[in-house]
């Protein structure tokens, strides 16, 4: 069973990474799933915050690459529902943070998850190139990343009328500083942020 | 030479160490008979001033042995002496007392096989670091 | 007074409204809110999602910027961003070890000195007191006051309002002559940064935010986040198709509203950058308010 | 100079095989002060017993020290003797040398030399010590039962039967506590009323039971067997010998919207009120805070429709005070309600309701006389979700701890519904059905596979109102997790039971101890549950954890078979191993210095300060004294006077240092001492 490898070794558990990393104890679960009750994309997710949950506390290979390659990492918003209800006051949103970033790492990303990673992509390259966000560049961007070219056709130039599209970007004094930023950041974090 | 015999008193309260040793008795568990028992009604009444006596007389080392947390007899002596038993620690350790010489423990009066083994490893313990002189020449000085 | 202020990318750009409506309260009440300046973007989900050290290292260099300023408080009016700066200012403050660590990564030695204002806490401490007895034209409408997540959670950083049934905005909206609707999706989530890369999930779940509301007779719903904002007004078709039926009512910005009620023209509020028209019903007659600027000529702009 | 007899025995081979007894014997005479040292095959046995009494008679001994088995097992046994033969017990002591010494060793010298020096710390103790009397302390046989719950009513009757006087002081206006509020009751589903208002009754008629209704204790001060207690009786506006509780005064009321206590709230009551209709006693009571003429100085209607003009506006509270030999604290316990769940919109929606409601809602005496009905519109529920674990088990919200009667109350409730709404839905989530008890797994089978109860296993994350449903957010743990939502009429939470408010005044004002949540502690959580660590006040029921009734019923007999056993003499007897604060001629008069560590130490509360005055009444020092009633003999304070003022009877200072010294001292006695 995959549960057996772990048991003996659990420092070397993600659970007991997790802890380590971000505080957080997955033990605490006691999987009574409120957090997933209560969570607005539970129902989109793969697995709902108390399976994820019960599979770090199983633990062992099998169930822990589940949780790296699951959808629902990507799809929870931090929109901090669970955590504010949790009898245990487990934080998962951290956990979520901390998961994705594993996930980054390890190159275990769910397919599902393509276009919100792509997403973020984009949006972290915006900020890397002008130190703001430059939201038109970010669509395009996206668009291009994702080749969901006729999303949004009709919305953007109805934007533009309204004045809420800025064409050309805003540049920051401090860019080098952020590009510092990002690469030493890249080198401490998760992800390459590149 | 023959090998060191240390000589430990070991001070024990009356509902639980002292009935546990009772048990390591009746259960015919063998340990060493370097170890003598004084009862005390609660580790609550052991008073610290007595471990120096004791030390000053000639013994290598000392158990003190009550209940368990939350088992006291009388509810919270033997919080009592553990609190005074922190702050004499670092008296002793001022003082210049070797303190691993004084072993604080827990056994109730189920805990039969467990009193036997707090005194063998106590014995080894003690024997290791030797007969107690130290004291006996502070104590002879007029330190105490 | 003069207050610093972290508009934040949206206000930049897709929100210019919002900043609009900021800008035009802040002055109409004396207030002068002061840019961070160079300010960079606080990363908003993308960064802490991606990347821990980034996630809190943007939201640092904010900081910086303004400790370095001298600012003492900052008015930060997208939630997003509010909550980006509250929970990295607590985490740095925890953490000593952490705080050295990005102090190192944003090359200043960040002690975490400016307090965070979210919108609300700015309206109900600095705005409402100096215009008090001005409110010009009350802005008597029925509203939904949609808080979000991010402004009251995770309630144990950010201590904000109650953390189930939040009261704060309502109570700016009743003191400004409207009438906030008691209903159950103030702080349920619209779907947040998922606009733009799983559109249909915020269709729904932006939908039954506008469906309660809708159901309980609210004329607009009142938001303090762009974010929330762009996902109930600029995503109405994606919500529309969520949910199988039209929406006509309005998303406003709280400072719109206010702002409605000091009798500042629609125009200068932004009023008519929203993708949804802020059109108010008709009101039943004898309901109608006595000021000449009544907020329904604002009509549709 | 003592005169020491030394008894060894050698328990058949227990002792002899390992431990050489003679030798231990003829050891033992050469310690100083030692006048006879024999040793005997079975010195327990009656020649044992005898060579000892003669021995004390011939030899007009001091002292007695049998080298033998453990106190723990004949202590008793040769200090008898001892007396017997005319000397204080307290001279008696016994040296380990089986369980501690030829059990545990084996034969040799070592094992020998060890049993000789454990008789000679034992001569050197006894040597020192004192003859002791045991204590007496006379014991008033009234008990005081505080609560008027089914705990107190079972621990009064129980008391009042076995022949002793009971006190009974009741908060409110009528005995009853929260069972006289349940419809019905698990396991068994019988009415709750029927059962208890017979006991209330006779609790009133009892020639034995002093009842105060409406009363609550000022004071209490003394020790076991003799406490004395002042207990405030509020004023109730109403003449009680002359009222006949004819009723006429409430229905005239004309302040009648007051939400009804006994109804949990889901009724109203008038100003004048009696809580319901069984209360005991069966007699009005004015509510000052809501009566027209307390708040406005006029009405007093109630006044002119009294045929017996029993209505008293100007009555005043009084005290009575009472002397007592024991305490039998019922006080209960509560349930969590107010803006406890703002995530389940309790106290926002009609709707969602307490167990205590539904109780209310359930019972046939209730606001809808035993009908369904929601309290928003009346009308019955169709669906109905019931909700346990409602801030049990939730560390977020401050409560660890499982509130144990709400997973079997859920499962009632869900069965009366289904009983009483035909064609209802009945779902209940839950974490854990935790229903240990006799009958207790049948019941909540029964609610599931009889009475179609729908058990879905997550707890609920929010409850909302949607176009007059209640929109229960729950998940079904044992489905993945999926998400479930449910459209309900109503809403019942299995609120968290926690300790009854004024719990922690009560508790110090008793000098009792109290758990993290306020519960009263118990002197030992197995053997001893029903003592409390002051001696002589006992605990009944839900006040020291939540309990159901069969367990507080249970706890409540106890209580009051320990009382009994308190009340069976008219003296206590106790061993004087108890504490005394020096005495010395003036101008010391004690070497305490009155620093009161000890009283901070003691963890029974006996130590008292005692002032000592010149004749003319003039303060010359503050001194600690022992209460001898409660001290339980610890030795804590001893340890920590740093005076040496105190001192325990039986373990002295004097005493313990001698058999330190004694132990380790193992020259051979020089003679010349
Ligand atoms: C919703 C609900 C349903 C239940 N259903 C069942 C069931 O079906 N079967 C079952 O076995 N159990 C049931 N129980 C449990 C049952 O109610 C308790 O076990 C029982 O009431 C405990 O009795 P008690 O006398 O200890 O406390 P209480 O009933 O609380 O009585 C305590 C009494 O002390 C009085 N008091 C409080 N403080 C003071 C003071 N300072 N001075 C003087 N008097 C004071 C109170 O006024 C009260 O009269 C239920 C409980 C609840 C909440
Ligand atoms: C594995 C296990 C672990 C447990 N752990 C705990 C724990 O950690 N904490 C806890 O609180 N409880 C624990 N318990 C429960 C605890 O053992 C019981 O609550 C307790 O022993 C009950 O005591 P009793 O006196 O009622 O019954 P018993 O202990 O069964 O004593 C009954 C006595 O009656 C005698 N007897 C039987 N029939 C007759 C007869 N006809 N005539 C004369 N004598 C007779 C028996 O020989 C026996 O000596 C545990 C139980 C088990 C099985
Ligand atoms: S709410 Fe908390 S305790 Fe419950 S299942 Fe989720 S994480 Fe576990
Ligand atoms: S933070 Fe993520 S997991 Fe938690 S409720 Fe929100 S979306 Fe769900
Ligand atoms: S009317 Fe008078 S006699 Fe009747 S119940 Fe009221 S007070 Fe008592
Ligand atoms: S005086 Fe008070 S109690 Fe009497 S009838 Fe009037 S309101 Fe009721
Ligand atoms: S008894 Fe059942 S419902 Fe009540 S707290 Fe315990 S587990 Fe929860
Ligand atoms: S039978 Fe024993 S193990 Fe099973 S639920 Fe009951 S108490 Fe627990
Ligand atoms: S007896 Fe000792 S500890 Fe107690 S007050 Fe007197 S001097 Fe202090
Ligand atoms: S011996 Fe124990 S109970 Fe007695 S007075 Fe001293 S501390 Fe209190």
Redesign the pocket.
Known sequence: MSTDAHHDKATASLAGAILEQTGVPVDKCYQCGKCSAGCPLAADMDYPPSLILRMLQAGGPELEEKVLRSYTIWVCLTCETCYSRCPMEIDIPVMMDYLRHESLRLGMTSPRAKDIIRFHRSFLDSIKYTGRLYEVGLVVDYKARSMHLLQDVKLAPKMYFKGKLNLIPETIKGLPLIRRIFSRSSKAGGEDAR | MPEFEPRIVAFVCNWCTYAGADLTGTSRIKYSPNVEVIRFPCTGRIDFMLLLKAFAEGADGIIISGCHPNDCHYTSGNFHARRRWILFRGLLDFMGIDVERVQFSWVSAAEGAKWADVVNTTVEAVRKLGPYENFRKIDRAGAV | MKLGFYPGCSLEGSSREYNESVMAVAAGAGIELEPVPDWNCCGATAAHNMNRELGLSLPARILAKAEAAGMKEIVVPCAACYSRLKVTRHELLEDEELRRRISAIIEYDLRCEPEIINVLQFLDSRVMPAIEGRIKSPFDRRVACYYGCLLVRPHKILKFDRLEDPRSMDEIIRRIGGDPIDWAFKTECCGAGLSVSKTELVGRLSGRILEDARIRGAEAVIVACPMCHSNLDLRRGAIEKAMNRKYDMPAIFITQAVGLAMGIDPAKLGLNRHMVPVKFRERPAGKVPAGPESPAAAGEV | MSRIGVFICHCGENIGATVDCEKVAAAAAKIPGVVHSVDYKYMCSDPGQNMIKEAIREKNLTGVVVGACSPRMHEPTFRRACEEAGLNPFLCEMANIREHCSWVHEKGDPTTEKAIDLVRVIVEKVRRNKPLVPIKVPVTKTALVLGGGIAGIQAALDIANAGHKVIMVERSPSIGGHMSQLSETFPTLDCSQCILTPRMVEVARHANITLHTYSEIESIEGFIGNFKVKIRKKARS?DMK?????????QKCPTRKIPSEFDAGLGTRPA?YVPFPQAVPN??VIDRLNCTYYLKGKCRL?EK????Q??RFDQEDEIVEADIGAVVLATGFEIKHGDFFPEYGFGKFKDVIDGMQFERLASASGPTLGEIRRPSDGKKPETVVFIACAGSRDPAKGIEYCSKICCMYTAKHAMLYRHKVHGGNAYIFYMDIRAGGKMYEEFVRRAIEEDGVKYVRGRVSRVYEREGKLIVQGADTLLGAQPVEIEADMVVLATAAVANDGAEELAQKMHVSYDAHKFFAEAHPKLKPVETNTAGIFLAGACQAPKDIPESVAQASGAASKVGALFSQDELTREPVIAVVNRSAPPLYSTCVGCFLCQAACPYQAIEREEIRTRDGKLIKTVAKVNPGLCQGCGTCVAVCRTKAIDLQGFSNEQVFAEVMALLDRSEPDAGI
Do not use: E, Q, R
């Open positions: 109403i002359a009222c006949t509780g004819c009723g006429l005064c409430s004048i007699k009005p109630c429709v009294c045929p017996t029993a209505i």
